[in-house]
């Protein structure tokens, strides 16, 4: 079973027991988090879709530690100018693992949005007259 989910602004392919680098979290280290901007469940095979997300699924972790992620340098130059910069940064990240993927139920946005597209088209049938259409006037073949 996995899960797409969105966590601080990007999104994660995550399963049971795994372990995920994400932006810092502003959580206590050993805290319980939850998730529940959940875009897209596994579940051994049957795939369940949210428009935009899924109604009621969230996932659950537990933040490990805060750390520093490794150096970036960027390193800025324009040839036969003499312009040369060097800067760097390391980023601010939280460990988590992940605890659990739970599923509430099947989206309702969507399949209400269905029902009211099929009850909009049914009203419109029985309301507008039906009218046959004329048929395609055949091309005559002349020859002169």
């Known amino acids: ?11 994660f392919k995550v399963s049971k027991d795994l372990k995920v680098y994400v932006h810092r979290l502003a959580n206590e280290e050993g805290s319980k988090v939850s998730f529940d901007k959940v875009y897209l469940v596994d579940d051994n095979g049957s795939i369940t879709i949210g428009a935009p997300a899924i109604e009621g699924a969230s996932v659950e972790a537990k933040v490990l530690q805060h750390l520093k992620g490794d ?74």
């Open 1 to 11: 079973m996995y899960a797409i989910v969105e966590i601080a602004g990007q999104q």
């Open 71 to 144: 150096k970036v340098i960027v390193f800025k130059k324009k040839r036969r100018k003499g312009y040369k910069k060097r800067n760097g940064h390391r980023q601010y990240l939280s460990q988590i693992v992940i605890e659990g993927i739970t599923v509430g139920g099947a989206p309702k946005k969507a399949a209400s949005k269905k029902v009211a597209v099929e009850a909009t088209t049914e009203e419109a049938a029985e309301v507008a007259p039906k009218v046959k259409k004329a048929p395609k006037a055949k091309k005559e073949d002349t020859q002169e």
